[in-house]
């Protein structure tokens, strides 16, 4: 069974920087693009980056665009999220998730998602 | 950017009723929707992509409708189960986004 699991999240204060974690198993790891999504407290789905199966192609949301930085290590089955610069509305559950099909730019939908780890950002 | 409207906000309804969602997009996604149900605490879960298609293990009772710009997502008879939030989703462009829910409540 697919698994994803993040990690990486805590209290942070604002201008503080964080690197999330997600790692992956029981599926064939680098065959897939990846993606993370956050949830603000009590709010709706916003996609924040995706990343190609390869890593050579990455995309991000204007609203974290200079400040986050997708990444990730086939070796080690572990995709990444780098943010730098936090704003306390980067105040979140971050989950990552993938779609089913594989390929280096399967862009699909997400049919697998982790269970999320949270940020917030305070001081 | 790709803005997804869903109405209505909240839905009360009682177990056995019809549910029907809206998603409207701003510009046209042909058909490259999805439709995510989403209940507290859990990960969002997909239960319709490409319009129309349920994903695997959805049950019958959920129906995608709908290409270009207007899409509904349909529940023919109301379980339980199926109060939550669900959230539709395109993926023609980049940014990918979503709309911003719609919370099936029991009456």
């Known amino acids: 069974e697919v698994q994803l699991v993040e990690s990486g999240g805590g209290l942070v204060q604002p201008g503080g920087s964080l690197r999330l974690s997600c790692a992956a198993s029981?599926?064939?790891?680098?065959?897939?693009?990846m993606t993370w999504v956050r949830q603000a407290p009590g709010q709706g789905l916003e996609w924040v980056s995706s990343?190609?199966?390869?890593?050579?192609?990455?995309y991000y949301a204007d609203s974290v665009k200079g400040r986050v930085t997708i990444s990730r290590d086939n070796s080690k089955n572990t995709l990444y999220l780098q943010m730098n610069r936090l704003r306390v509305d980067d105040t979140a559950v971050y989950y990552c998730?993938?779609?089913?099909?594989?390929?280096?730019?399967?862009?699909?939908?997400?049919?697998?998602w982790g269970q999320g780890t949270l940020v917030t950002v305070s001081s | 950017e790709i803005v997804l409207t869903q109405s209505p906000v909240t839905l009360s309804l009682s177990p056995g009723e019809r549910a029907t969602l809206s998603c409207r997009a701003s510009?046209?996604?042909?058909?490259?929707l999805a439709w995510y149900q989403q209940k507290p605490g859990q990960a969002p879960r997909l239960i319709i992509y490409n319009a129309s298609s349920r994903a695997t293990g959805i049950p019958a009772r959920f129906s995608g409708s709908g290409s270009g710009t207007d899409f509904t997502l349909t529940i023919s008879s109301l379980e339980p189960e199926d109060f939550a939030v669900y959230y539709c989703?395109?993926?023609?462009?980049?940014?990918?986004?979503f709309g911003q829910g719609t919370k099936v409540e029991i009456k």
């Open positions: 029981e599926f064939t790891f680098s065959s897939h693009a």
């Open positions: 998730a993938m779609p089913g099909g594989t390929g280096n730019y399967h862009w699909d939908y997400f049919d697998y």
């Open positions: 510009q046209s996604v042909s058909n490259f």
């Open positions: 990343i190609s199966a390869n890593g050579d192609t990455t």
């Open positions: 989703q395109q993926r023609i462009n980049w940014p990918r986004t």
